[in-house]
């Protein structure tokens, strides 16, 4: 994390000490949210739509807080005894500290974004990179104007390679955020129809995602999957000045991989005489493992430490893992849902063998802009009924998906239900011995909750 002192940061943001006297505080991390305040952290206060984090500052200098930022206009409770720092803005000075602590930092810093897989890719990278470097990486899910900002902050000194997730829900915010993180290494992972809400088409959404290259080194490489087709037709009409590397199963692709086994223990690909096995579910998974190949190999790693890294690989929770309960397995997909990432876990639970009983029980996709509902219909057609016994959907949109699904499955095969309690109280009536239950739904649908209500069934 930064360490810097009081002084030193005050120049960083060019902002103003209240007391010079304190510039040789050292300051050891910072926060931006008093529940999570540690000793000598350096507050930043926040203000968003439904909160003022200036209204805590008391609290966390209580809590040990050094110093603390604050907006010029804003008149400082009399009882607070700690520093802090003026600047025109708390939100612009996170970001001006985190871009000036990177300038100051030795390090290698990959961006990678994508409509699926950013995760599972940021865990297979700091996996396999830990076999020859320090490796730090965005925790959970903070790839936003706040998120990014404070990843970079919390980099250590002597950190040699940094994964940054790079989201976005509108034009210009990974433009905010990767001319923040300058990486040297940008990735572009697919295209799927995740935000169409806002950026209206997957050419929009591609042109999002394109942002990541304006904060790219001069001297950096961009990388794009070149078996997607948006990004495959889209990339080439852009002028990007740094060298430009695909990965794919095209023999067009510079780090070219070809799929080899998939089943429960994982995938594995091969990439010119070298066989790579990543141990997570899903055929997909080739793509997120032969990036993080290709990435270690531009890295210097050789061929061994590239296997042995990826091998070792713990997945994030609620993505693609498999939950060995009394009787029967849970396919827990359960953290976010899009058309391609619905489909790759239909065709993830399709393969999976020795199964008596196949159930999915599917949430709605969510900002999927104006053709949701088509989205959703098209999507419940392509459930296959050969390979799935029953189908169960909650949620309004995901109504529209078991009328899609009804194409193909009688109605005693496929339910519709408006709560969560009835979907549990169905599913416990369906599960057998050897069963297999996949959910899946947008993370704002909390799916995990139908998870717990069915996790102490014995069967």
Known sequence: MIKRTLGHITQMLGGEISDPSKEDILIEGVSTDSRTISKNNLYIPLIGEVFDGRIFIKECENKGAAAFLIDRDFEI???ISIPYILVEDTGKALRDLARAYRNELDIKIIGITGSNGKTTTKDLLESTLKEKYKVQKTMGNLNNEIGVPKTILSLDEDTEIGIIELGTDNFGDIALTTRIAQPDIAAILNIGDSHLHNLKTREGIAKAKMEITEGLSADGIFIYNIDDPILSKEIPTYDVSQKVLTFGTSDKANFKISPLENNRSGVEFINE???YKVPLLGDHQIYNGGITAMIAQILGLDKKQIQDGLKKVKGSSNRSAILELNGFDILDDSYKSNPQALLTG???????KGYKNKIVVL????????NEKELHYDVGTKIDPNEIHYAL???PLSYEMYKGALENFPTTRAFYFESKADVCDKLKQLITKSSLVLVKGSH???????????KKLKI
């Open 273 to 275: 005489d070298t066989i």
């Open 77 to 79: 409770n009399k009882n």
């Open 363 to 370: 949430g709605d996709m969510l900002e999927l802009g104006e």
């Open 346 to 352: 239909l065709n993830t639970t399709y393969t999976l």
């Open 393 to 395: 959907f909650f949620g």
């Open 444 to 454: 704002g649908m909390h799916m995990e909750e139908i998870i717990e209500c069915v």
